[in-house]
């Protein structure tokens, strides 16, 4: 069974930094790539960013509201995705998803974690 | 940056009804198109990918057509667990982006 655990979540003040992560099992991780994607409180969903595969060169794409600010990075010994979230905004408040992408022609997000609140506040 | 745009944004229907919701990419993003049905407190669940590739486990009542620029995802027979929010998503090109969604409640 596919599963994704998100974990990390939790209160901080603005500026300040905060990192999440995502165990993985029922599948092999290092395969695919791997993507965050959020939900500010009654909003819709944004993407945050992906890191591909090995294969792929573990490279990462990044929207541009948190380019430069946040670092994915995983590690597939640990069957792990982390997000490294830095310079924290009021704005950024949201429960953060992890999610893997399956390649058919393109990636696309076929499974979901639960997700993890990050709240930014003073 | 692709805009999606999801009409209606919301939708009141009945158990048995028929629904469709209709989701505009502002460019042509071939097939690259999926549906995701998230319902309340719970991430989102995969439904549709490449625009009407049905994801493994989700009943046929579910149903996407559309290339290019429109698309449209079709739910039969409502039953009260398919009273939901549902979000299109375009993976054509980066950034990533999803439309806004359309709540579908029990009328």
């Known amino acids: 069974e596919v599963q994704l655990v998100e974990s990390g979540g939790g209160l901080v003040q603005p500026g300040g930094s905060l990192r999440l992560s995502c165990a993985v099992s029922g599948f092999t991780f290092s395969d695919h790539y791997m993507d965050w994607v959020r939900q500010a409180p009654g909003k819709g969903l944004e993407w945050v960013g992906r890191?591909?595969?090995?294969?792929?060169?573990?490279?990462?794409e990044y929207a541009a509201s948190v380019k430069g600010r946040f670092t994915i990075s995983r590690d597939d010994s640990k069957n792990s995705l982390y997000l490294q979230m830095n310079s924290l905004k009021t704005e950024d408040t949201a429960v953060y998803y992890c999610?893997?992408?399956?390649?058919?022609?393109?990636?696309?997000?076929?499974?979901w974690g639960q997700g993890t609140l990050v709240t930014v506040s003073s | 940056d692709i805009q999606m745009t999801q009409s209606p944004s919301s939708l009141s229907a009945s158990v048995g009804d028929r629904v469709t919701i209709t989701c505009r990419a502002s460019?042509?993003?071939?097939?690259?198109l999926a549906w995701f049905q998230q319902r309340p407190g719970k991430a989102p669940k995969s439904l549709i990918y490449?625009?009407?590739s049905l994801q493994s486990g989700v009943p046929s009542k579910f149903s996407g057509s559309g290339s290019g620029t429109d698309f449209t995802l079709t739910i039969s027979s409502l039953q009260p667990e398919d009273f939901a929010t549902y979000y299109c998503q375009q993976y054509n090109s980066y950034p990533i982006t999803f439309g806004q969604g359309t709540r579908l409640e029990i009328k």
């Open positions: 999610a893997r992408s399956v390649v058919v022609a393109a990636p696309y997000l076929d499974y």
């Open positions: 460019q042509g993003i071939g097939s690259s």
């Open positions: 490449a625009a009407s």
């Open positions: 890191t591909r595969n090995k294969a792929n060169s573990y490279t990462t």
